[in-house]
């Protein structure tokens, strides 16, 4: 089948960036339907008048008409709050921060909207993500985007070999400024509009007022704990793996009560905003969490040894590897990263009983739980898992 005849559905979700995705497939020849998802309008949880959907949603309407391809609306929202939001208020409630972006592209944007294109007797669907897919062999491999400061193929760390030989990501290979520069050119209506922010469906409420909706506010301690409680700084040496990816374990006596907080579930580790303590030179971050207890504690800068680790460790149950075929703990030279725009560090991949053990070559900051790690092998990302 060439380009010509193959049919391609864009998602559009009323930015710059697929806005361009879709006229760049239309530019080579390809039959394209845009399709905007609606995956959030809980009036319960959110206020209608700040969620930004209906101004995106006739955005990407107006690109379309522009373009002169077919054009659609699909409510995913039902779906949505079941596999992201209420998933996303389970973690919280017991600690971990989970990644609802990294969840989205899982589980809507890749996996339901993938179906419903398929349903338009779609070869292929598009988006505006910054990264690329090759194929090697019989292998579709995830691509880092060109531009280093787009890049968003952590997003994409949970992909699949399916997934993947479906994907056209047409902006792998462009910078930011020249996807303006197209739309511009092109008189895109999108070609001036702001990146979106923050989470992808809350619109411009905070994350913690977000939260609070859902979840009971709870009065608890706050411990400041010195810098020498920590594993790294005994004098013993220590080689469990399992000790090292745990940290040290934070008890009620390890430090004095500074103030109180209103629930330990609307904190996450390596915090420094909201703790509202003072009297101390340097500022207050979360060094670790007690949901069960309903205990946060902290330690004074951010250079604080509880914020330290080298160790994380992933279940294997929670261990994703794009190539089913490959034994990631075999490759040299990996590099990783634990959050978004993190900069490539230097990792061991070490594989033990039901787990597997990321071991950096430098100390990393505020590890948390329930977030994601990324590995890569040169620009290629291999596997990712949620961090235990």
């Known amino acids: 089948m060439t380009n010509k005849t193959a049919r391609v559905v864009v998602g559009m979700s009323g930015g710059v960036d697929s806005s361009v995705a879709a006229y760049l497939m239309k530019e080579q020849g390809y039959d394209v339907i845009g399709i ?22 006739y ?54 909207f993938l179906k419903k294109a398929l349903e338009f007797n779609a070869d292929y669907i598009a988006t505006g993500h910054y990264a690329s897919v090759r194929k090697k062999g019989n292998v579709f491999e ?66 913690p007022i977000f939260l609070q909706q859902k979840l009971k506010k709870k009065s608890g301690k706050i411990i400041l704990v010195p810098k020498s409680l920590s594993i790294y700084s005994s004098n013993k040496k220590i080689n469990d793996l399992d000790e090292l990816s745990n940290g040290y374990i934070y008890n009620e006596n390890d430090g004095e009560v500074v103030g109180t907080h209103v629930g330990a579930h609307f904190y996450t580790i390596g ?17 670790a969490l007690d949901t069960k207890k309903n205990i946060i504690y902290v330690g004074e800068g951010d250079n604080h040894p509880g914020l330290m680790r080298k160790v994380l460790s ?52 505020s590890i948390t739980s329930g977030q994601f790690v990324a590995v890569y092998k040169d620009d290629v990302l291999l596997a990712s898992g949620v961090i235990s």
């Open 36 to 57: 905007f998802m609606k995956n959030w309008h809980d009036e319960t949880v959110t206020i209608s008048d700040e969620c930004p959907w209906l101004e995106d949603s």
């Open 59 to 112: 955005d990407a309407m107006i690109v379309a008409k522009k373009l002169m391809i077919p054009f659609q609306v699909i409510d995913f929202s039902k779906e949505y709050k079941k596999r992201i939001v209420d998933y996303m208020f389970g973690e919280y409630k017991v600690g971990r921060t989970p990644n609802p972006d990294i969840l989205c592209n899982k589980e809507i944007k890749f996996d339901l």
């Open 142 to 207: 995830l691509i880092s985007g060109l531009d280093k400061k787009k890049d968003q193929s952590y997003f994409l760390c949970q992909l699949n070999q399916n997934q993947l030989s479906k994907i056209i990501f047409p902006l792998g290979n462009l910078n930011k400024a020249e996807v303006r520069e197209i739309a511009k050119k092109n008189n895109l209506v999108t070609a001036d509009k702001k990146d979106s922010q923050g989470l992808c469906f809350i619109g411009k409420v905070k994350l």
């Open 271 to 287: 915090q420094r905003k909201g703790i509202s303590v003072g009297g101390t030179k340097d500022p207050l971050y979360v060094v």
């Open 314 to 365: 992933i279940k294997k149950s929670q261990f994703h590897n794009i190539d089913d075929a490959s034994d990631i703990t075999k490759v040299q030279g990996l590099k990783a990263r634990i959050r978004y725009r993190q900069s490539l560090q230097s990792v061991q991949v070490k594989r033990k009983n039901s787990k597997y053990f990321f071991i950096f070559d430098e100390y990393q900051k």
